[in-house]
């Protein structure tokens, strides 16, 4: 993958592999820094093994950066997983070449090399269908065609059984820049842990609607580039002028971030309210935010940089938050930026020059940030950072935003759906001394019960021939009756003083005046650490 050429040569101790990096598109207009992404096969090893000594000529970047490989033992046909090479394939970088040794193991028939940890076209695909179809996904498609024709899908994630009243929205975009592969990899781990089921993740899909762009620039991944489109575009510099430019995937991007927040006049429901930017960066240790300055005299014609003090306050408070979550970013350090003043050439000059500023809006002013990944160390400043590491990252952003929107944690119910006939379910957590949870229920007299628990929340109709809805697929069902005073008597034994809990209970009801079943409203129980 942009390679100008590639050669190997027999030394007498092995191989010499010789890699001229290209320019993306082979476009040798554009700027020699963008020349930062490399990735190719080498094949036919003798059965015994061999060691290569690999030269990546022609590069844009000087930073050392330890290589990443995986292996094949059946002719290229089959891979193992991407990790790092030992550390005693690090580079030596002089000048544009970057020269390492690669010690093939003896049964490996094909190797490949990247400079980092790639994410194609097909990961995104695979992601894609992996997660089609899950309860959580409202859905996946596509915003628009990129020059190319490939779909820019957008991933929406919420739990639909919640109302969307009231809901905060937050809007994720990754690789703008193809070859900054931390993006897509902190993507995925976001759209995992929302998935999850943890407790505090199913908190959050009833609290939030989260949108997420894994790949906002595909041709650039599919062709290999580090930094462009097809055309040779940088997408990042086109907000700019949003609204002026033609570049398909921009126009993809700013349409469906337009449909979400409205006009400063009219908002649209639920109006997006924190806005990341996933890219990643050489020469920097750790991950970290561009924080933008505070201008207290911002003025779009006269004093056009940074923000305004409330949006520079909110864009703190997600740092805040999202360092207490993640080892990994707290390592870094924030960079302060003017938002590229005075041409403004990031997605959140647009958020925040068309709406945050606007004495007319009246959504919350929208907190849009750069979030960078890096290429070097983990979170232990001493191992090469793995896939892994930056996936991890993608998790801490869901538990940040938890935090960011300051969704309560600790113990609570809440009810969910209706049920039919007389009966109502409540409940609380007992705080001394066990903790548990007790539930109360409305009926006008003892009866036979069954308290159903389950995970999920669903309207499906229960056999036979009630009428009543099941609200959860039941997991667990004990038995028991409602007492004269309407509290039910059998045994719920789920201690809850350490770990999050999350499920859904059902008290199903033999009503002697009623046909068959009745059944009362869902009842959500949670702790959330």
């Given at each position: 993958m942009r390679l100008r050429s590639a050669t190997v040569t027999p030394t007498s101790g092995g191989f010499s592999v010789r890699a001229v990096m290209e320019d993306d598109n082979a476009d040798g207009s554009l700027p020699n820094s963008y020349r930062r992404w490399w990735h190719f096969e080498v094949g036919n090893f003798p059965a015994a093994g061999t060691t290569l000594d690999v030269r990546v000529e022609n590069a844009g970047y000087g930073d050392v950066i330890l290589p990443v490989w995986r292996l094949s033992a059946n002719g290229g046909t089959s891979y193992d997983g991407w990790r790092r090479l030992p550390t005693s394939s690090l580079p030596m970088v002089a000048?544009?070449?970057?020269?390492?040794?690669?010690?093939?193991?003896?049964?490996?028939?094909?190797?490949?090399?990247?400079?980092?940890?790639?994410?194609?076209?097909?990961e995104k695909d695979d992601l894609l269908t992996r997660i089609g179809g899950h309860r959580l996904v409202r859905s996946i498609h596509s915003i628009?065609?990129?020059?190319?024709?490939?779909?820019?899908?957008?991933?929406?994630?919420?739990?639909?059984?919640?109302?969307?009243?009231?809901?905060?929205?937050?809007?994720?975009?990754?690789?703008?820049?193809?070859?900054?592969?931390?993006?897509?990899?902190?993507?995925?781990?976001?759209?995992?842990?929302?998935?999850?089921?943890?407790?505090?993740?199913?908190?959050?899909?009833?609290?939030?609607?989260?949108?997420?762009?894994?790949?906002?620039?595909?041709?650039g991944t599919a062709l290999g580039n580090y930094r462009t489109t097809a055309n040779s575009v940088n997408l990042e510099e086109q907000w700019a002028a949003p609204y002026s430019s033609t570049v398909p995937e921009v126009a993809a991007l700013r349409t469906a971030i337009e449909q979400r927040m409205g006009t400063p006049a009219q908002p649209a429901p639920q109006p997006i309210e924190v806005l990341l930017n996933l890219h990643s960066s050489h020469n920097v240790s750790y991950p970290f935010h561009f924080r933008h300055v505070s201008n207290p005299s911002f003025d779009l014609v006269t004093s056009r940089s940074g923000v305004i003090p409330a949006v520079h306050q909110l864009e703190q408070d997600w740092i805040d938050a999202l360092v207490l979550e993640s080892p990994f970013v707290a390592r870094g350090t924030t960079q302060n930026s003017t938002v590229g003043a005075p041409i403004r050439p990031f997605v959140e000059s647009m958020m925040h020059d068309r709406w945050s500023i606007d004495p007319r809006w009246t959504g919350q002013p929208v907190m849009a940030i750069t979030l960078e990944g890096t290429y070097g160390r983990g979170p232990d400043g001493v191992n090469w950072a793995t896939r892994q590491d930056h996936i991890d990252v993608g998790a801490a952003i869901g538990r940040a935003l938890g935090r960011f929107f300051q969704l309560p944690t600790g113990s609570f119910t809440r009810p969910f759906g209706t049920g039919c006939g007389a009966a109502v379910l409540s409940g609380g957590f007992q705080t001394n001394p066990?903790?548990?949870?007790?539930?109360g229920v409305q009926l006008p007299g003892a009866q036979p019960a069954v308290l159903v628990l389950g995970l999920d929340r669903i309207t499906s109709p229960l056999p036979g021939l009630s009428p009543c809805p099941l609200r959860t697929t039941p997991?667990?069902?004990?038995?028991?009756?409602?007492?004269?005073?309407g509290i039910w008597n059998g045994v719920l034994p789920v201690p809850v003083g350490t770990g999050d809990l999350g499920v859904n209970a059902q008290l199903l009801v033999l009503d002697p005046n009623a046909t068959g079943l009745t059944a009362t409203n869902g009842l959500e129980l949670r702790v959330v650490r």
């Open positions: 000048g544009s070449t970057h020269r390492f040794p690669v010690v093939v193991p003896a049964g490996t028939t094909h190797l490949q090399l990247a400079k980092f940890f790639p994410y194609p076209v097909s628009g065609s990129s020059s190319q024709g490939r779909p820019i899908e957008l991933v929406t994630l919420t739990d639909s059984s919640v109302p969307d009243a009231g809901k905060h929205r937050v809007w994720v975009h990754a690789a703008v820049h193809p070859a900054e592969t931390t993006a897509p990899l902190m993507a995925e781990g976001l759209i995992d842990y929302l998935l999850g089921g943890s407790s505090r993740a199913e908190q959050l899909m009833d609290e939030l609607i989260v949108e997420i762009v894994p790949l906002a620039n595909p041709d066990e903790r548990f949870p007790l539930l997991v667990i069902a004990l038995g028991g009756s409602t007492q004269t005073f």
